[in-house]
């Protein structure tokens, strides 16, 4: 049986460095070192939370994962329910998991791994999209302004 993934399991060192030098990483931090490595860039994570602001966490392709407001998503983990942004530095938040991970993980189990998605039903309707820009150029001889 092939788990769902979290965050412990996809944010990992490289092969030429010891598979257990981020053990004392909390579990929610390893992204940074992960984005860092990848990117031969510093970068420091946020300090505090911001209150009353959440993510929901859901499962997409067989791995937990959450949205940032900014649009970008990285893997989480039931472990360590918290997430900032490495993309745009949006601070720590929440994350909603569902009450029982490991009956939403079992429920899926009989899919194939690229097959296995799951929201909480309990989550927010994503926002709509933004309204799209208007035409750049000239007016049109005859169009409405």
């Not at 998991?97 to 994503?126: G, I, K, M, Q, S």
């Amino acid at each position: 049986m092939i788990a769902v993934v979290r965050a412990e399991d996809f944010y990992t060192p490289p092969p030429e460095l010891p598979a257990d030098i981020w053990a004392d990483v909390p579990v929610a931090e390893r992204v940074w070192r992960w984005v860092e490595y990848r990117l031969q860039r510093r970068l420091t994570p946020p300090e505090g939370f911001l209150i009353g602001e959440e993510a929901w966490a859901a499962i997409n392709h067989n791995r937990w994962v959450a949205d940032c407001t900014c649009g970008s998503a990285q893997v989480v983990s039931p472990a360590d329910q918290r997430m900032a942004c490495t993309e745009c530095g949006r601070g720590w938040v929440l994350l909603v998991f569902p009450a029982d991970v490991a009956a939403v993980e079992a429920a899926l189990v009989d899919d194939e791994p690229h097959l296995r998605n799951w929201v909480n039903p309990e989550a927010p309707a994503p926002a709509p999209p933004p309204p799209p820009p208007p035409p750049k150029g000239r007016p049109i001889p005859g169009g409405t302004p």
